[in-house]
């Protein structure tokens, strides 16, 4: 069965697509954690960070780079926001497939480092 992503990926299952390219598609998280909660994954089905080969890790910079474009465009950019990649489900992570959270919009509890 495909995942619920690849499912949005391929416009099977309809969502509010705020980024698309040739790889990467962009929409807003179902459950929000933010004001701004945006999901970034990459169209291919990988299914966590952990996965990823050598030859695909370019495509965590082009996700960081459009979750910058985002942030940017949805007005969080300059009071802060923040970037989150689960890996599996002791790491929280719901979907197995690759996403980048990109949160903000309001100040942000649970200060990581």
Not at 6 to 15: H, L, N, R, V, Y
Not at 77 to 88: D, E, F, K, M, W
Not at 102 to 109: D, I, K
Request: glycine share 8%; with cysteine.
């Amino acid at each position: 069965m495909e995942c619920i992503f690849c499912q949005i990926a391929s416009g099977k299952i309809p969502s509010d697509i705020v980024y698309q390219d040739e790889e990467i598609i962009a929409f807003p998280d179902i459950k929000p954690l933010a004001p701004v909660h945006i999901l970034v994954i990459p169209k291919r089905h990988i299914s966590a960070l952990d996965q990823l080969k050598e030859d695909e890790l370019p495509i965590i910079t082009r996700m960081i780079d459009i979750a910058k474009q985002l942030a940017k465009r949805e007005g969080v950019a300059q009071s802060g926001y923040r970037l989150v990649i689960n890996c599996g489900a002791e790491g929280g992570q719901v979907v197995p497939h690759l996403h980048l959270h990109l949160l903000g919009g309001r100040r942000l509890s649970g200060k990581v480092g």
